[in-house]
């Protein structure tokens, strides 16, 4: 009787796959609602600060034209990095399970590769009063961006202050003054409030309430519909809060080299069946315009 390759394998595979493919779409994405996501065949991507030109003079009367030129800043570079796990069904297993516990398993399997996507574009925000920086080589959130053209600007609170009207406030009017790497006003849209599970309550008071939370006096809510709340479950902090431009007009990206991949093979020793997963990805931030926060009071 010939051998056989992988029969064992192969015969777990599409049903112990099916049940990870359908628990990872039964999540919807919390990432790509935020993060440009683009696809990547190279090692890495790399992205290039650049000012434009600064704002036309006055000409005297019989002088020439003044001359102005792009200025170049620094560079960000997103290098993709691997991620792999497995696990191994024995042949005993196989043959006893009454309980379910193979579709345990490939359910865990699938709650693995969520976390770690996750987590990872998370990280990018919930490290940016820290150690997550942007092109200009500053932490993301910070009260003294370098521009280009001189002069500094902020996207963060001037003192870190909790989710209320007066917070709102302040971060709104970063975006409503935000200027280019030359100083010039740069129309920049604040559309999403995003927030760890903790806040979602207060930011529900703040956005639908006709007259203003916790104000006796009856004032009109002005900040009533004014963001969109976004909710993302692994943001860290329970107090730090974040608004953001829609995509394409802020810098969040995560880049796809390999979309999670799948393999399976017969171990012939065990005579169990190997699964394993593998993806490639980077996560990180370009620039800071169109995303500013607060650490939280």
Do not use: C
């Not at 297993?93 to 398993?105: A, E, L, R, T």
């Not at 990872?120 to 997550?132: D, E, H, L, Q, S």
Request: hydrophobic letters at 35%; aromatic letters at 12%; a negative charge.
């Amino acid at each position: 009787m010939p051998a056989t390759r992988g029969a064992f394998a192969q015969l777990l595979a599409p049903g112990l796959y099916d049940i990870i493919y359908e628990d990872l779409e039964a999540h919807d994405e919390e990432f790509s609602q935020i993060f440009n996501v683009h696809p990547s065949s190279r090692a890495y991507e790399e992205d290039q600060l650049v000012a434009g030109l600064g704002a036309v003079p006055t000409k005297p009367e019989g002088e020439s034209i003044k001359l102005d030129e792009p200025i170049q800043g620094g560079s960000i570079r997103y290098t993709h990095q691997s991620y792999g796990l497995g696990f191994q069904v024995t042949r005993e297993m196989w043959s006893d399970d009454q309980f379910g516990i193979m579709k345990k398993v490939s359910g865990d399997f699938s709650a693995s590769i969520r976390q770690t996507i996750e987590s990872t574009a998370a990280n990018v925000i919930n490290n940016g009063f820290t150690t997550t920086t942007s092109i200009d080589g500053e932490t993301l959130f910070n009260t003294a961006h370098p521009l280009l053209g001189g002069s500094t600007y902020s996207n963060r609170a001037s003192t870190d202050i909790s989710l209320s009207i007066t917070g709102l406030q302040e971060i709104i009017l970063l975006f409503e003054k935000m200027v280019n790497e030359r100083g010039l006003l740069k129309r920049m849209v604040p559309q999403t409030l995003l927030i760890p599970p903790d806040l979602q309550f207060t930011a529900g008071e703040l956005l639908n309430s006709a007259y203003r939370p916790s104000d006796g006096t009856n004032a009109v809510n002005t900040m009533q519909g004014r963001l969109d709340v976004m909710m993302n479950r692994y943001l860290s902090s329970t107090s730090a809060w974040f608004i953001l431009a829609a995509k394409g007009q802020q810098w969040l990206k995560f880049y796809w080299r390999e979309q999670p991949q799948f393999d399976s093979q017969d171990d012939f020793f065990t005579k169990g069946a190997n699964f394993s997963t593998f993806f490639r990805f980077s996560a990180g931030v370009t620039y800071w315009h169109g995303i500013a926060g607060s650490d939280g009071a």
